[in-house]
């Protein structure tokens, strides 16, 4: 399937704008490309999953919308701010600021309670807290009478939880999730897909999630299929059987 590149206007008006974006890792014969001319545009407040085999770029492709990864070509944009070429102090508070990352090892402070860790950006920027859209992220998160506990204390499903919490509380642009389900059990994994499905329908969040996993990426409004750099599908409205039936195809085509 050839996908349609999103216009100028389109990509300038979106949350976080791929414009021909490659990335090339190593050197000469260990040279190794894993985005190859990426245009995408992700629309504000939308839940975008991203699946492909093992190897398809759809780690590089969110670690270069969070600026966490520099592309070797092209350009990302971030509402008004080219993140390429960005100094690192100035990328260090754009991340800070305006993304939030969830990673599938949680990456909480031990010695820190919930809702120290939760508000840890805060404290790291200066900022005061907003203690009720504290209050609000943690009751939606259904974590509001743990926010004492520290992260042994807790379960997987609810550290992940006080994770996407932390991601939240500076009411980012967007919030880029790396198998945030992952390490999880069905039941923990659950209850994660719901609090970023709420912080979508609820908060108006942007959300983009990688994973691999059908039932993980029905939850999302859509599904980039990512094969070899390049974005090779795009499914609407996915069910996890017509997700699963993609990835078989896909597989298949190697």
């Given at each position: 399937?050839?996908?349609?590149?999103t216009?100028?206007?389109?990509?300038?008006?979106?949350?976080?704008?791929?414009?021909?974006?490659?990335?090339?890792y190593?050197?000469?014969?260990?040279?190794?490309?894993?985005?190859?001319?990426?245009?995408?545009?992700?629309?504000?407040?939308?839940?975008?999953?991203?699946?492909?085999?093992?190897?398809?770029?759809?780690?590089?492709?969110?670690?270069?919308?969070?600026?966490?990864?520099?592309?070797?070509?092209?350009?990302?944009?971030?509402?008004?701010?080219?993140?390429n070429?960005?100094?690192?102090?100035?990328?260090?508070?754009?991340?800070?600021?305006?993304i939030?990352?969830?990673?599938?090892?949680?990456?909480l402070?031990?010695?820190?309670?919930?809702?120290?860790?939760?508000?840890?950006?805060?404290?790291?920027?200066?900022?005061?807290t907003?203690?009720?859209?504290?209050?609000?992220?943690?009751?939606?998160?259904?974590?509001a009478?743990?926010?004492?506990?520290r992260?042994?204390?807790?379960?997987?499903?609810?550290?992940?939880?006080?994770?996407?919490c932390?991601?939240?509380?500076?009411?980012?642009?967007?919030?880029?999730?790396?198998?945030?389900?992952?390490?999880?059990?069905?039941?923990?994994?659950?209850?994660?897909?719901?609090?970023?499905?709420?912080?979508?329908?609820?908060?108006?969040?942007t959300?983009?999630?990688?994973?691999?996993?059908?039932?993980?990426?029905a939850?999302?409004?859509?599904?980039?299929?990512?094969?070899?750099?390049r974005?090779?599908?795009?499914m609407?409205?996915?069910?996890?059987?017509r997700?699963?039936?993609?990835?078989?195809?896909?597989?298949?085509?190697?």
């Open positions: 399937m050839t996908v349609q590149k216009s100028v206007e389109q990509r300038l008006s979106s949350a976080v704008g791929l414009e021909q974006v490659s990335h090339v190593g050197a000469n014969e260990t040279t190794v490309t894993a985005l190859k001319n990426v245009t995408w545009s992700f629309t504000p407040g939308s839940f975008t999953a991203v699946m492909g085999p093992s190897g398809s770029g759809k780690t590089t492709l969110l670690q270069c919308v969070a600026g966490l990864l520099e592309p070797t070509d092209g350009s990302v944009l971030l509402g008004e701010h080219r993140l070429g960005m100094s690192e102090k100035k990328l260090a508070t754009i991340r800070r600021d305006l939030g990352f969830v990673f599938q090892a949680f990456n402070i031990p010695a820190l309670t919930a809702a120290e860790n939760i508000t840890l950006p805060l404290r790291l920027a200066h900022r005061a907003d203690q009720a859209w504290m209050n609000e992220l943690a009751s939606r998160a259904g974590i009478n743990r926010l004492s506990h992260p042994h204390e807790l379960s997987g499903g609810q550290q992940q939880r006080v994770a996407i932390r991601a939240l509380i500076t009411k980012p642009r967007v919030l880029c999730a790396d198998e945030p389900t992952g390490a999880l059990d069905k039941a923990s994994s659950k209850a994660v897909l719901s609090v970023l499905r709420d912080a979508v329908t609820e908060l108006a969040q959300v983009i999630m990688v994973t691999h996993d059908p039932v993980a990426a939850h999302a409004d859509q599904v980039l299929f990512l094969v070899d750099g974005i090779v599908d795009v609407t409205a996915p069910t996890p059987e997700v699963a039936a993609t990835m078989t195809r896909l597989a298949g085509e190697d």
